[in-house]
């Protein structure tokens, strides 16, 4: 016969959550590309995801915590010297309008796939779908900002 705690832990694995008696520091979190897939762990559940653009960039978010990065970076793209959305006046005016369109893409482009990634990530991880939902900001510059009072660092 199952206890009442047992049965709240067997709900609550069947949603995706860790024990509420859990901690954090306990259990690893990981976020960690093997091949054509993520191993991504996250208060004690474990799942494996194939690779997407959208994996990657969050990996660089998450190894890079409390930074805002520039999504153009996140593309692999060059850096223009000024920030995104800037125009540089020169000589013969108006310049660097190929750096905007370029910063632009990247951030709609970003945006897109970090998005969708989450979507992914919730189907199969809810906790951890809803951590991201909460932390991650995309734009021009991205970030991922976790919670001060909790531990989250993640193993990569």
Known sequence: MATASSAESSEQSER??????????????????EGEYWTVA?????????????????SVLLGRPGERVPAIELVGGPLPGPPPFTEVFTAEGVGSQ???????RA????????????????????????????????GALCSYTP??????????
């Open 147 to 156: 919670d001060s009072r909790l531990t989250t660092r993640w193993e990569q």
């Open 107 to 138: 951030r709609v482009n970003v945006a897109r796939q970090i998005s969708g990634v989450v979507k992914r990530i919730a189907e199969h991880h809810p906790a951890l779908g809803r951590h991201l939902d909460t932390t991650i900001r995309t």
């Open 16 to 33: 995706g959550e860790a024990p509420r008696t859990a901690s954090r520091d306990f259990f690893p979190q990981v976020f960690r590309r």
């Open 98 to 104: 190929t750096a905007t369109r370029d910063a632009e």
């Open 42 to 58: 996250f208060e004690g559940l474990v799942c494996r995801l194939r690779h997407t653009r959208g994996m990657q960039h969050l």
